[in-house]
């Protein structure tokens, strides 16, 4: 059984229990097996305010929206060109060709599968997630990531992931990183979206992952 056959599988049983489901996981299944670093990308819900029943995997396909999508772009860019990260003058303006070319080898998990708004509803969030924590394991299992990236859910996905047991560390800097298996890193961020200069989001995340793999 191939990703997406295992992804549709799983998917087919988990939609019977949430209600508006959006469909999310691996862009490319090509792009993803053939990258020397597998990345997955660990976000809360979709905003998505008129409702569900689509698949992130084809919106992504297309470029997905800026605001969330941009920096996610940055990250994986310079996560694959760790010895030579471009200046933010490469970085600045991201354009929709350099987002679909980027995010097509990329996994995108958020972890409550019903669509949200621009501000997360926490206590929802915890408790869908909490009710889905099966489904999660099972979906996040299918990519066994090399390196897993939680924009602002980190402690909630460690606990619905099963990893608990899974000791923090942090870099020079302070971010903080476990390692779930050998050489299969997870690293807790701020979300993509995060009111902090784009810059900052960028290289403080690079900069933290260049000391992981050094």
Known sequence: MNIFEAEEHLFQQWERNREEFVRDGVVSENDYLKSSLRIAIILKEVNAPGGGGWDLREFLSKGGRPQTWDNVTRWVHGIRNLNSIPGWDFYEEITNYFRIETLKSICAINLKKSPGTHTTNHASLNSVANEDKDYIRSQY??????????GGT?????????????????????????????????????????????????????????????
């Open 141 to 150: 299992s299918i990519y066994d990531p090399d390196l897993t990236i939680c």
């Open 154 to 214: 980190a402690d909630l996905f460690r606990f619905v992931a099963g990893h608990d047991s899974m000791k923090w560390r942090t870099t020079k800097r302070g971010i903080w990183w476990y390692e779930r298996r050998a050489h299969k890193y997870v690293v807790s961020f701020a979300h993509p979206e995060a009111r902090v200069h784009s810059p900052l989001l960028v290289y403080g995340l690079l900069d933290a992952i260049h000391e992981i793999y050094a």
